[in-house]
């Protein structure tokens, strides 16, 4: 079951440059999607969201683009720097009548920044 | 900055044998949640509970599992019979009740070994 898909397992990139991370999605009633950032042998850290009626969220160095037509968002991250490597994962959900959400995590991307 | 904790950071257990994990999720949050990830594999979401009840549970949370909201600190997920597939992090994670929907914030983990 691949809701949500991280189809680059890793992804190197020079300090100061951009990284792009990309997630694909199936699920048409996904209306909340989230990036997590985890180094080893911590939890997930929450980075950002965007909610399905916009296409665009930026905080600090980080965006998040969504483009609802081709189930598609990505994060970018500019300019790259050595702490921002780490496991990114994409994590999708739809609001429940209970008012609790599960979120459906991709299988996440690996960043490497190299100095 | 108030985070999730989670104890013990590592349990080993014999097969067939119970074990609680332990979470005391954020002061202020009413939502709850357990994730898990095998090695190698996705997170992936067993539970949310809210008003001390269980909201939602994936197909994973079987009969062998329970959680309990014991005090007004502690989240606590039983595995009642623990086998070999297991084996796996455990997350807890928790959220705000505000209108809309919020960030969950995760707890750095209990790695569960079965033997």
């Known amino acids: 079951d691949q809701q949500v898909k991280q189809n680059s397992p890793s992804l190197s990139v020079q300090e100061g440059r951009i990284s792009i991370l990309n997630c694909d999605y199936t699920?048409?009633?996904?209306?909340?999607f989230l990036w997590y950032k985890k180094y080893p042998a911590e939890g997930p850290t929450f980075l950002i969201s965007?909610?399905?009626?916009?296409d665009k969220n930026e905080d600090g160095r980080f965006t998040v683009f969504l483009n609802k037509s081709a189930k598609h968002l990505s994060l970018h991250i500019v300019p790259s720097q050595p702490g921002d490597s780490a496991v990114y994962f994409c994590?999708?959900?739809?609001?429940?009548?209970?008012?609790?959400?599960?979120?459906?995590f991709g299988k996440g991307t690996k960043l490497s920044v190299i100095p | 900055e108030p985070e999730v904790t989670q104890t013990p950071s590592h349990q080993v257990t014999q097969m067939g044998q119970e074990v609680i994990l332990r979470c005391v999720p954020i002061?202020?949050?009413?939502?709850f949640y357990w994730y898990r990830q095998i090695l190698g594999q996705k997170v992936e979401f067993l539970v949310s509970?809210?008003?001390?009840?269980?909201?939602?549970k994936s197909e994973i949370f079987d009969d062998q599992f329970s959680v309990e909201r014991p005090d007004g600190s502690n989240f606590t997920l039983k595995i009642r019979s623990t086998k070999l597939e297991d084996s796996a992090m455990y997350f807890c994670?928790?959220?705000?009740?505000?209108?809309?929907?919020?960030?969950?914030?995760f707890g750095p983990g209990t790695r569960l070994t079965v033997l």
């Open positions: 965007i909610s399905s009626i916009k």
């Open positions: 002061s202020n949050h009413l939502y």
């Open positions: 994590a999708a959900t739809h609001a429940s009548g209970a008012g609790s959400y599960q979120l459906t």
């Open positions: 509970f809210y008003n001390n009840e269980i909201s939602e």
């Open positions: 699920n048409s009633m996904f209306d909340y």
């Open positions: 994670a928790s959220s705000e009740e505000v209108a809309g929907l919020n960030e969950q914030f």
